[in-house]
């Protein structure tokens, strides 16, 4: 009975991590994300609801192991194969977004960011690629977002 009931609980944890959210390194070069929040999104669902005619808030704990001069945000959604640009109002990481150039080596970082989401957007499932470049375009952080735009 005993191993019925460990075998039960392990089931039942191993159904519930399988459905949780998992944000994807998608190709960090010289920092590591530590941290990723997205408004409003139930990390226990296997992907982020987007809302059209909102905006979300997304904040990224990251530690560097370079010394960072400037930062660019670069965002694309990626649907059915193909990456699509996300434009963002100020794509410079250093201004409004907690961030205080330049960064130094070692340290870590909180990157806080919102995204529109237009109402002309479709309803799709997503993957939003969120990059954090530095003044040579080597990603500091990316990470990848499942989402989906309703």
Known sequence: MKQFVILSIVAVFFLYSVDALQFTDCGSKIGKFTKVLVSDCDTTKNECILKRNSTVSITIDFSLAEDVTSIKTVVHG???????????????????????????????????????????????????????????????????????IQ
């Open 78 to 148: 990626k649907v059915m194969g193909v990456e699509m640009p996300f434009h963002l109002q100020n794509p410079d990481a250093c201004v409004d977004s907690g961030l205080k150039c330049p960064l130094e080596k070692g340290e870590t970082y909180e990157y806080l960011a919102s995204l529109p989401v237009l109402k002309a957007y479709p309803k799709v499932n997503v993957m939003v690629k969120w990059e954090l470049q530095d003044q040579s375009g080597e990603d500091i952080v990316c990470v990848e977002i499942p989402a989906k």
